[in-house]
């Protein structure tokens, strides 16, 4: 299935007109009903929209003095309730979303984390035999038919093989993938319809955020994802992970499948445990803050991370290491992300907040552009406060907000994949102080900035950069030339030229055409002799005979290029 491609047309969504039928109800007796009669109601063939004592307008009117977040947060809630596993999964994603709602709103759907049903152990039992084609006693020595844990796309179970090993076993809930694609598109629907009868929700930018939730649908629905995520996660950290303090949980692939996915037990305490979890803080302090060290160096460096680090996620084990788990959410930054995302927070510790504005411009997603000089003023205002605070004295919500809302205000939005990186350190922080850690984050980066800068850019990514440039320059000089040619002639066919048109005007064409290669030439050549140099890194050469021969060959190929570069000019 492919959420992201679900249709959103009328179509599409009344092929399901029962479940529509069902969803406009739960939401006008909640008191919605007079923001989805119009538009969607009278479209419903042979529908009464059922009425309704609460009026969420009037209340809002009449209750001047309340959190009116809280009020429509709460109310969206017990429709989100009602409905089920899909309804209830976008309430989650709204929790995370600070950036866009409110305090109010986002406590109500932060009460959606422990409001999913169970699963009869029967219906998971059939699933997991269907899938791994065979009973489930020719796997299992014994399964807990009572889940450890309860989501809204999976059910957990413990478990043990006929090895002995104890496992647990992930289950995706039956029929979830059809009911989700059915909600999504009903979904996708109703956030079409209300922003084109709000501009408030319009702005709010619902269907950003339905876009996310189908993108984290997408990954979290396939268990055989996850288990990638897992390995790759794996062997990230321990390349990294010198003093081995953390613990990545083994796959058993051969029972892992789109809809089961069987991994290896952690015994230990859940950092949400706070009560078990303080009576251990004082051995927990320089091992979290080590790790902290290892989540900023992994997305810097190699751009895969992990995006759920909640407290429920980690865990204390019994040989004193850190366990971590649950690899459905994944983040991932491209190589030009995290260049801007060093650049950006090195201007943010050395207080330049005008290339920090020049940062944010390259990768943010705006109409028009902005006026830079007042928006350098609103970040520096909104930023500098925060600068040098610990991670106790910081409010990351906060922060993070005034970021957000900065930028908004000159109508500038973060992509997605930069938001998940500030939605996983906001995530860590409140790990942090939920079990009395402090922390400075700034710091931290502070100090790793050089070496995540120095290995950003080693010699082997500075020659393979260059190469590609050289190509890419290599292919644009030979393309220019053409599309010239060509539209010279179609200027003249079409009659543009007729009176414009002098004797001798080809020489001066071929004259800055000739200029261009050259120029190109001389940038190639310049590309050959830096990469030349690179090669060598820091040796001290003291004879001819120490050069490396692939420095050789590069500056061979610069001068090669600048000949015949040269040559050209002449012509």
């Known amino acids: ?209 339905l876009h996310d939730f189908a993108i984290s649908l997408q990954s979290e629905l396939n268990f055989n994802i996850e288990a990638l995520n897992c390995e790759r996660f794996k062997v990230n950290l321990e390349k990294k992970d010198t003093k081995s303090i953390f613990y990545v949980p083994k796959i058993y692939k051969e029972y892992t499948r789109e809809n089961v996915l069987v991994m290896e037990y952690l015994s230990g305490v859940p950092f949400s445990d706070q009560k078990k979890i303080d009576e251990v803080k004082s051995e927990l302090v320089e091992k979290f803050e080590y790790g902290i060290e290892l989540f900023v160096k992994s997305f810097l460096q190699d751009g895969f991370f992990h995006a759920d680090l909640h407290g429920g996620n980690f865990f204390l084990l019994d040989n004193g290491k850190i366990g971590i788990i649950d690899f459905g959410l994944m983040g991932s930054l491209t190589q ?26 390259d990768v943010a997603v705006y109409e028009d552009i902005p006026d830079i000089d007042k928006l350098i003023i609103d970040v520096r205002d909104s930023l500098s406060q925060f600068v040098g605070l610990t991670v106790q004295q910081t409010n990351f919500s906060i922060l993070l907000r005034s970021t957000i809302s900065t930028l908004t205000k000159h109508q500038i939005y973060l992509p997605r994949d930069w938001f998940i990186v500030f939605r996983s350190l906001m995530t860590l922080d409140g790990v942090g102080k939920d079990i009395g850690i402090d922390f400075d984050i700034f710091r931290i980066l502070n100090d790793d900035i050089k070496d995540i800068i120095k290995n950003s ?102 001068l090669v290029s600048f000949f015949k570069g040269s040559i050209i000019l002449k012509k």
């Open 1 to 209: 299935m492919d959420i992201v491609r679900t249709s959103i047309n009328l179509t599409k969504t009344f092929r399901n007109v029962g479940r529509l039928k069902e969803i406009v109800s739960v939401f006008a007796k909640n008191g919605f009903a007079e923001f989805i009669s119009r538009g969607v109601t009278t479209k419903i063939p042979d529908f009464v929209l059922p009425s309704s004592q609460l009026k969420i307008k009037e209340e809002l009117d009449k209750e001047e003095e309340q959190d009116w977040p809280k009020i429509v947060g709460k109310r969206i809630r017990i429709c989100f309730e009602e409905l089920g596993p899909t309804f209830i999964k976008f309430g989650q994603l709204l929790s995370s979303r600070d950036d866009l709602f409110p305090n109010g709103f986002i406590d109500e759907m932060k009460l959606l984390r422990d409001k999913v049903k169970g699963v009869p152990f029967s219906d998971s039992k059939k699933l997991i035999e269907n899938s791994l084609g065979r009973p489930i006693e020719d796997i299992f020595l014994e399964v807990n038919p009572h889940p450890i844990g309860t989501a809204s796309i999976g059910v957990v179970y413990k478990a043990k093989l006929l090895d002995g090993s104890e496992v647990v076993v992930k289950v995706r809930r039956p029929g979830i993938e059809k009911s989700i694609e059915v909600d999504f598109s009903i979904l996708s629907y109703l956030a079409t319809q209300a922003e084109r009868m709000s501009e408030e929700v319009k702005y709010i930018g619902i269907s950003r955020v």
């Open 336 to 361: 030009k992300s995290r260049m801007n995302f060093v650049s950006i927070i090195y201007s943010l510790l050395t207080y330049n907040y005008e290339n920090l504005v020049y940062e944010f411009l």
């Open 457 to 558: 850019y080693n010699k082997d990514d500075l020659i393979e950069e260059a190469i590609w440039t050289g190509k890419d320059l290599l292919s644009s000089l030979r393309v220019v030339p053409r599309h010239l040619r060509w539209f010279l002639k179609d200027f003249a066919k079409k009659g543009y030229a007729v009176e414009i048109v002098h004797t001798g005007h080809e020489k001066g064409v071929n004259s800055i055409t000739n200029s261009v290669i050259f120029l190109g030439h001389t940038v190639l050549t310049g590309v050959f002799i830096s990469a030349g140099v690179s090669v060598l890194g820091d040796v001290q050469i003291t004879h001819w005979s120490q050069v490396s021969l692939l420095s050789w060959v590069f500056w061979l190929f610069g």
